[in-house]
């Protein structure tokens, strides 16, 4: 069984910065690929970042200049590092990994809230 835990969410100003990260555990052959996504409050769930474990990325436009995603592969272990946040940028966060044990699956985090006030 294959476990995504993050952390790192929370309350900040506007202009702020965060650091989420997320952490794969349990029997894994590889991950090809780790995100982040999120889901505004009555909003539907949408991409913020991907990366792949060659580090090719890929981010949401309206993220684009203001988030970094980055991974250890050794860890097992993706991050998102928040600048510039906006009121907007407020919803929680999920974790999300393709992951081959060997069968590939897609696999979840339990989300994390990430707060940004005016």
């Known amino acids: 069984q294959v476990q995504l835990v993050e952390s790192g969410g929370g309350l900040v100003q506007a202009g702020g910065s965060l650091r989420l990260s997320c952490a794969a555990s349990?029997?894994?052959?590889?991950?090809?690929?780790m995100a982040w996504y999120r889901q505004p409050p009555g909003k539907q769930r949408e991409l913020v970042a991907q990366?792949?474990?060659?580090?090719?990325?890929n981010y949401g436009d309206s993220v684009k200049g203001r988030f970094t995603i980055s991974r250890e592969n050794a860890k097992k272990t993706v991050y998102l590092q928040m600048t510039s946040l906006k009121p907007e940028d407020t919803a929680v966060y999920y974790c999300?990994?393709?992951?081959?044990?060997?069968?590939?699956?897609?696999?979840w985090g339990q989300g994390t809230q990430v707060t940004v006030s005016a």
């Open positions: 349990g029997t894994i052959f590889s991950i090809p690929s």
């Open positions: 990366i792949t474990s060659g580090g090719s990325t």
């Open positions: 999300n990994a393709q992951v081959r044990t060997p069968s590939l699956n897609q696999y």
